[in-house]
């Protein structure tokens, strides 16, 4: 029986002392796997069929077919295996085809060692688990969207949406029947919408309408009456707002229209008193504001805008509304992120930072965070941090964020009179090691004496209704306590029915050093920062064709203009004829070496249009000769392989943001 750390390896390959020499390179490169052999394609076939793989590796050179043809089979499968190539000498160029058509690595036969193995089944098991988070999410999605649509649907509301040309772009079927029913005609998708309004006035108005939600203003307000015979006259309030794409244009006007008709008839009745007429005005005024409140759910739900709403700077009534109509939403995004945080430690793959850190800004931006929450339900909010702990620190300051606000969360979400309070103090103090004790406690619903032993449980709460009642997932706490746990601390919880609890964590840490602080707006700017370098020019120096292939799919996802070069000369040319921004330099090429080139560039007298241009090395040598060699040649950096993708970015931000001639 397979251990659930097991990994199942599928090796397709025909010859004998490759897949040898294979074997044993498996065997030394300290991966507990079961190895399955596939000789052919449809012995590949079978096999693929008959198990599920957590990496393939794959020769190019099959018999009756090859490896390219065998991998696209693969893929029309729906196969989500990560597939790994391996070539011959000079096999380059197919490897970059295989790589286009699926592949996420390859590698030369004559490279099939421990290491390699080892680095390419980690790569590819991270690239796995990648691949399940991601359509495990897009499934959770997909399911929303379709709950979404029920809603949309279950409405008598008439919800329909135009583009920028006022063409039909959606409409649910209470808007599609009601036009038949009253127009004899029936609405299509990328038609004028005017078109099923009978006279030039009603045209006129709509259309006037649709215009100024287009121009960017919010509740555009439009009655429209229907039919001649005022016995069977119906009219309807249309609410339009605009639609903004992703890159904050309006593309579009969301139009959400409610039967007013039994309305307008009593308020016409009741014209001839005045203080049936106030009384009416009074019922108008609480009905459009529950409406206002009542529309945005189906509407803003069905189209997307309700994560737009929530980036927009809002005033009370449209936070209200909004917080409305992203109930459901928030709460999937809740479980979803929490599902994600709760695989990564179930799999082993939750990292934890060690860096410098304020912890009283820390503690002052999780204040900030809840004040408002705790004014709104009318509680107090309560932090006090012990005097003698340092200002600076040394931990994850992200995840001590994730475990507080979980904690607070909670605190404020079950407590509905009283106080919340967050008491930070210094249990022990050995020089650079200090432990802290953090306390939340509340004066909430509290937790029955039966019930504390389970509350870290996943998907457990406190009170069958919790969920019904409040919302979650039942993860949060199970999450905490883990994040918690694999820093070395301890999570406890004091509690008791109708007067509150207290949940004590304590963490070791460091003391850090006095640097100099952060702002609030500092830190949230670089948290909200945008990988786009803006067409920035850079030249990539490198021979492997491959290696242009995968970075150049890196860059491109930061707006990097790439510029190739395969060896040292034509990059030195490329200079002299082209400004960049910096180059991307490897060692190792024919003609001129990286090092070769570099001295080229920093002499002045050979004309490059910048010699003081970044250059960042890219390198596989890790050592630390090589490093101290790069920056004695005059390179200004280094970026080791394979790369990866933060340090590379963090490296080209850092050098870019010198004076260069662009």
Not at 572 to 590: F, I, R, S, T
Request: glycine content about 6%; aromatic content about 8%; charged content about 30%.
């Amino acid at each position: 029986m397979l251990q659930n750390n097991t990994i199942r390896i599928l090796l397709v390959d025909d010859d004998e002392i490759d897949a040898m020499s294979f074997e044993r390179a498996l065997k030394k490169s300290g991966i507990d796997a079961l190895l399955s052999l596939a000789i052919h394609a449809d012995d590949a076939m079978v096999k693929i069929q008959s198990m599920e793989y957590d990496c393939i590796f794959l020769d190019y050179q099959l018999p009756g077919t090859d490896g390219l043809a065998l991998l696209k089979r693969f893929k029309e499968m729906k196969i989500t295996s990560p597939i790994a190539v391996m070539t011959s000498q000079g096999d380059e160029k197919i490897a970059v085809e295989m790589m286009k058509a699926g592949a996420f690595d390859y590698f030369p036969k004559a490279e099939v060692n421990p290491e390699n193995i080892n680095r390419i089944v980690r790569a590819g098991m991270r690239l796995r688990e990648m691949e399940l988070q991601k359509a495990f999410a897009e499934k959770a999605l997909k399911e929303n969207n379709l709950k979404l649509s029920a809603i949309l649907e279950s409405t008598n509301a008439l919800i329909f949406s135009v583009d920028q040309q006022l063409n039909y772009s959606a409409f649910n079927t209470a808007f599609k029947l009601a036009i038949q029913q009253i127009y004899g005609t029936e609405p299509c998708l990328g038609r004028p919408a005017a078109e099923n309004f009978l006279y030039e006035v009603d045209r006129a108005r709509i259309t006037a309408a649709f215009e100024r939600a287009l121009s960017g203003e919010q509740d555009v307000q439009l009655l429209e009456e229907f039919g001649e015979d005022e016995d069977r006259r119906t009219y309807y309030d249309f609410l339009m707002n605009p639609i903004q794409g992703a890159n904050g244009k309006v593309n579009g006007v969301a139009v959400y229209g409610q039967d007013v008709t039994k309305r307008k008839k009593d308020e016409w009745t009741i014209w001839q008193s005045k203080i049936e007429a106030e009384r009416t005005a009074k019922a108008k005024s609480e009905f459009l504001s529950n409406m206002s409140h009542e529309i945005r759910t189906p509407m803003n739900a069905i189209i997307g805008l309700s994560e737009l709403l929530l980036k927009e700077s809002l005033n009370d009534k449209q936070l209200e509304n909004v917080r409305s109509i992203k109930y459901s939403a928030d709460n999937l995004l809740v479980i979803i992120n929490d599902i994600l945080d709760f695989s990564k430690i179930e799999s082993g793959k939750m990292e934890f930072e060690n860096i410098n850190f304020d912890l009283q800004l820390k503690v002052q931006e999780i204040r900030k965070t809840f004040v408002f929450k705790a004014e709104e339900k009318g509680i107090g909010l309560k932090f006090r941090v012990d005097d003698r702990i340092p200002q600076f620190v040394i931990g994850d300051p992200f995840r001590l964020n994730q475990i507080l606000l979980n904690l607070l969360s909670n605190a404020i979400k079950f407590t509905k009179e009283g106080t919340v309070s967050l008491n930070i103090n210094l249990l022990s103090d050995n020089g650079d090691d200090i432990l802290l004790e953090f306390n939340v406690s509340d004066t909430g619903i509290g937790i029955p004496k039966e019930k504390l032993a389970s509350v870290f449980e996943s998907y457990t709460q406190a009170y069958t209704d919790i969920t019904r009642r409040f919302g979650g997932t039942g993860l949060g706490l199970a999450i905490t306590r883990q994040l918690v746990t694999m820093q070395n601390g301890e999570i406890s919880l004091d509690s008791e029915v109708g007067k509150g609890t207290t949940f004590t964590v304590r963490l070791p840490l460091k003391k850090g050093v006095i640097e100099e602080a952060q702002t609030a707006d500092e830190m949230i700017a670089e948290l909200l920062e945008k990988r786009d370098f803006e067409g920035m020019p850079v030249l990539l120096v490198e021979d492997n064709p491959m290696n242009q292939f995968v970075a150049n799919q890196v860059l491109e996802l930061w707006n990097i203009k790439v510029d190739f070069a395969e060896d040292g000369l034509k990059a030195v040319k490329l200079l002299q004829e082209n400004d960049y921004a910096l180059v991307l330099m490897d060692l190792q090429m024919p003609v001129m070496s990286g090092y070769e080139a570099t001295e080229f560039i920093r002499d002045r007298t050979n004309k490059v249009r910048n010699p003081d241009i970044p250059i960042i090395a890219l390198t596989a040598d890790a050592f630390p000769e090589t490093k101290k060699k790069v920056l004695e040649s005059g390179m200004n950096d280094f970026v080791t392989k394979p790369l990866e993708q933060n340090d590379l970015y963090q490296k080209i931000k850092l050098h870019a943001l010198r004076t260069v001639k662009v």
